[in-house]
T-cell receptor, first 114, second 110 residues
Framework: EPEVTQTPSHQVTQMGQEVILRCVPI?????FYWYRQILGQKVEFLVS????????KSEIFDDQFSVERPDGSNFTLKIRSTKLEDSAMYFC????????????FGPGTRLTVL | RKEVEQDPGPFNVPEGATVAFNCTYS??????FFWYRQDCRKEPKLLMS???SGNEDGRFTAQLNRASQYISLLIRDSKLSDSATYLC???????????FGKGTMLLVSP
């Protein structure tokens, strides 16, 4: 069964450093999402991406964040200058077009900012 | 008012018990409703979609009351493997972002 993959599974970085989180969505999916979950809190939406552009973003997704689909398979989330409060699980999700409405989630990247 | 509100629990039940979770949502224009399951430090996984007519999948039954903006999940004959956090999730429109509740923790004991 096809699945969303994410790398790395765990990233440790120093405050102020840039990080890139990588996702490979399911190959025939067209809609892509990033969510995050701070430990003990709810899953929060960051950004959605369709047709090579951002379609929605939340208040969390400020100028420190950017997304890219550099080739036909990868979908990346970049945090330019990490803060302590960016420590969280980051989940990528993808969705096919058509009637199907289930977003498929990747296993997540745990980001720890020291 | 929180967008999606759930009782955080934990609900501690013995194996074989029936347990019910409730959820309320604030956006009356929401179109799609789901229950996701999340194991500790893992990704959310779709348990079932929720329809106005109610729907059942094995031991799991979901109900939606649009007038009251209320969603429920009933688990019958609980198994140890049902121990997880159950997330109520609402989608305002197709292809849009999902809005998650904080989740209700279920612990099933032998």
């Amino acid at each position: 069964e096809p699945e969303v993959t994410q790398t790395p599974s765990h990233q440790v970085t120093q405050m102020g450093q840039e990080v890139i989180l990588r996702c490979v969505p399911i190959s025939n999916h067209l809609y892509f999402y990033w969510y995050r979950q701070i430990l003990g809190q709810k899953v929060e939406f960051l950004v959605s991406f369709y047709n090579n552009e951002i379609s929605e973003k939340s208040e969390i997704f400020d100028d420190q964040f950017s997304v890219e689909r550099p080739d036909g398979s990868n979908f990346t989330l970049k945090i330019r200058s990490t803060k302590l409060e960016d420590s969280a699980m980051y989940f990528c999700a993808s969705l096919p077009s058509g009637d199907y409405n289930e977003q498929f989630f990747g296993p997540g990247t745990r980001l720890t900012v020291l | 008012r929180k967008e999606v509100e759930q009782d955080p629990g934990p609900f501690n039940v013995p194996e074989g018990a029936t347990v019910a979770f409730n959820c309320t949502y604030s956006n009356s224009a929401s179109q799609s409703f789901f229950w996701y399951r999340q194991d500790c430090r893992k990704e959310p996984k779709l348990l079932m979609s929720v329809y106005s007519s109610g729907n059942e999948d094995g031991r799991f039954t979901a109900q939606l009351n649009r007038a009251s903006q209320y969603i429920s999940l009933l688990i019958r004959d609980s198994k140890l493997s049902d121990s997880a956090t159950y997330l109520c999730v609402v989608n305002p429109k197709r292809y849009s972002t999902l809005t998650f509740g904080k989740g209700t923790m279920l612990l099933v004991s032998p």
